[in-house]
């Protein structure tokens, strides 16, 4: 008779279903950013603006797709130029399905390897390593999309694993780290040529100064602690190294353009309210954070502060804070409390045997610090992507519910250009840059930091045909309308079309139609495709 299954074999066997249904996870979440990246039309002015640049040779000194910038005065800075370049080389490259490949790979390496590598560091193994990991790639499902704030989120993972690098070393010593500063100031110089969270690249390094200040004026255990110059001397460094982009100094003026009150109409730009609480896309945020909240109370209650703690202990309340207030800034919170959380782990009392012989079982497979981990994860994760497109045909940008992109009326532009000044909503301008290589200057777009909230308004006046909208319509010198049907200057121009020509406001005419959208332009015949 065989041998009884030992308590070793359920162990390992429960350490391979572990890896299996982890593994699992992992294809799912690849599947879900393929099927909602390429949802956003704002990917259409990414690639369009990366196509100038890289056919040009050289960044523009005016916008080239829009005539209306002029009326806002401020630089024209393009701060998310090297994004931009990727994404259109890798779709050129390798078509629709290799960009959402990438993009899905780029977000593992964000939430499924750096969260994995940090809590690898703070001691975390086995179960516990991949639990919390499996949480913080649920709270990230709430912004995953091919925009420059996955470049942000990969940075910040190497950026908070660099500061806890950091702390790990120069605990109790006064010796400078000069290679994790060399690190920061790398990453630093990149980051501020791929978007603008770059900020964060002060940001950390500053609130770990100030940290390790509070610690030596207020804990009076580590007052006889040596201070550690890493972490200011990198700060610096991090400042510097931000200067190094096209645009220098002028980067850092432009920045506060990029967060106008333009961003009002932005709901991702909200915080969580009453209406928007509920939603199912918040709860792993939720759940993670009121974890999170708990280890830091226990955390301050059971143990005393180390040199470097309160940074990541402070880490935590930070990162909900900014969750709340602004919803886009989720995945990045959720590194953030992935990195507080790694410094909460306590001295636990010996694990049950059966539970320490998985995670020995677990142990022996999981190092995020080796090739083969990493890897996996990644592979896992495209793969999850490749195969979403095998179910449904990437297109940029690809239909949803809350968007559908006027395909036929952008074909019927290309074939009949409306002649003149032309006025449009912002997503049908995405995807006209973008579908149109040659495609009719737009009035606004959504990069409404370009165009100012002064136009911004009056594009909101005009197409909801408030007082004095028709003054508006006559000051821009509109010649033609490229709107959804659904907004009120639509619908009142249809109303109007079956009578005298003197009675339509500026005498538009329609001029194409279909249920997505309608053009209607002044004294210009009706084409046809």
Sequence with gaps: MSALPTQIDFAKASAYLCLILFSTFLLFYGCCIGGLIFKEPDICF???????????????LTDPFSYTTHFHPVQYVIEKWLTEIIFYDVLAATGPTGLLVFDACLLAFAFVVMPM????????????????????????????????????????????????????????????????IAVLGVLSCLWSNLHTLFIVAMMLPAMYTGCLILE???????????????????????????????????????IPNVFGPFNDTNNEMQPIGLATALSPAFYPFYLFAVICAVA??????????????????????????????????????????????????????????????????????????????????LLICGFGGFLISLAVVPEIPQGSAAFTPPVEAIKYIGAHPPRGNLLNDPHFGNVMMWQLKDSPPVFIDSRYNLYGNTLLQDYWKIVECKNGYE???????????????????????????????????????????????????????????
């Excluded at 990969?154 to 010796?175: D, M, P, Q, V, Y």
């Excluded at 550690?228 to 002028?250: D, E, Q, S």
């Design 471 to 529: 003054n508006l319509l006559n000051n821009y010198e509109i010649d033609w309308l490229f709107l959804p049907p659904s907004l009120p200057l639509s619908k009142h121009l249809s109303e109007l079309q079956h009578l005298p020509e003197s009675a339509a406001p500026a005498n538009f005419k329609c001029l194409y139609e279909d249920k997505n959208s309608v053009i209607y332009a002044r004294n210009q015949t009706k084409g046809k495709i």
């Design 216 to 254: 030596k004026l207020f804990v009076k255990p580590l007052r006889a602690e040596p201070f550690n110059w890493t972490a200011p001397i990198a700060l610096v460094v991090c400042t510097l190294c931000t200067l190094i982009n096209p645009y220098g100094f002028g980067l850092w003026q432009y």
């Design 46 to 60: 990414l690639l369009a603006s990366g196509r100038w640049i890289v056919e040009h040779g050289q960044l523009p």
């Design 117 to 180: 590598r940090i809590l690898y560091l703070g001691g975390f193994r086995g179960l516990a390593l991949l639990a919390i990991v499996a949480l913080a790639i649920f709270t990230s499902f709430s912004h995953l999309a091919v925009r420059p704030e996955v470049f942000s989120f990969l940075i910040t993972g190497f950026f908070l694993e660099t500061l806890l690098r950091i702390n790990l070393a120069t605990a109790g010593s006064a010796k400078i780290e000069w290679r994790y």
């Design 296 to 377: 830091v109370i226990k955390r301050v209650r059971t143990s005393p502060l180390k040199q470097g703690d309160l940074f990541f202990l402070l880490l935590i309340p930070a990162a909900i804070l900014g969750g709340f207030k602004t919803i886009r800034s989720i995945p990045l919170a959720d590194l953030l409390m992935v990195a507080g959380f790694s410094r909460v782990k306590q001295e636990h009392s010996q694990l049950a045997s059966f539970a320490q012989q998985v995670n020995d079982w677990l142990n022996r497979f999981i190092d995020p610090f080796k090739f083969a981990t990493p890897a996996l994860c």
